[in-house]
């Protein structure tokens, strides 16, 4: 038995499908084939066989057939696969419905998990947190409870910040000391100006803003 492939290798997925249809030729004929054969896209033939993976090919079959028969309760949880996929819009739906944790920016799976489990299921949930969740760094934990907090002000109202507090060693304090003589570069373009003005170049000194164009051509 033989199937036809563009890959250049086998696939895990090819062994799933030929397993299936040598079941399906073994009811038929009464013979379990020994080997199948995979036509790859580069004209080799790749030989399997079939002992090394029809028990795990069939349980996972089982598993399949079990959940269809009798469906349990699932959600949608991001991935890796999310930007091609044509249920994401029906998914995002979803999250903003229930007010997901996953709405939540830059939080991970690992941290939703931990919050669920600390009795923590949605956004506004969070926004409230003012203990510990186990297994999360307080600081982790501060982190998120800030994110969910402003997102949820949005939801309710007019966009909202908070000045986060300086810390030693980081953001504005990695920069040096100001000295005399300082100068602050800036370029921007204006793609939408009216005879080709290209770029805006701006340069801050000595409490002063200069700014020149430079025409593109």
Known sequence: MADTKLKRSPHPKHVLQLVLYSDFLTEVQGIAPEFTHVELGTGERATLRLADYVHYARAARGR?????????????????????????????????????????ANISRGQVKKLEVAGINTMAALAEVDRPVRGMAEGT?????TQARLQHARKTGSPSFELRSAEPGKGFDLLPAPQPGDLFY?????????????????????????????LGT
Do not use: K
């Open 64 to 104: 399949l057939e079990s959940f269809v028969a009798a469906p349990m309760p699932t959600r949608p949880v991001p991935c890796a696969d999310c930007g091609p996929c044509r249920w994401a819009d029906h998914c995002e739906s979803l999250w903003q419905a229930e007010d997901s944790l996953f709405n939540v």
């Open 141 to 145: 934990r501060a982190r998120l409870v």
């Open 186 to 214: 800036d370029i921007e373009g204006d793609p939408h100006y009216e005879g080709g003005l290209e770029y805006l170049h701006g340069v801050w000194a000595d409490g002063q803003f200069r700014a020149f164009w430079a």
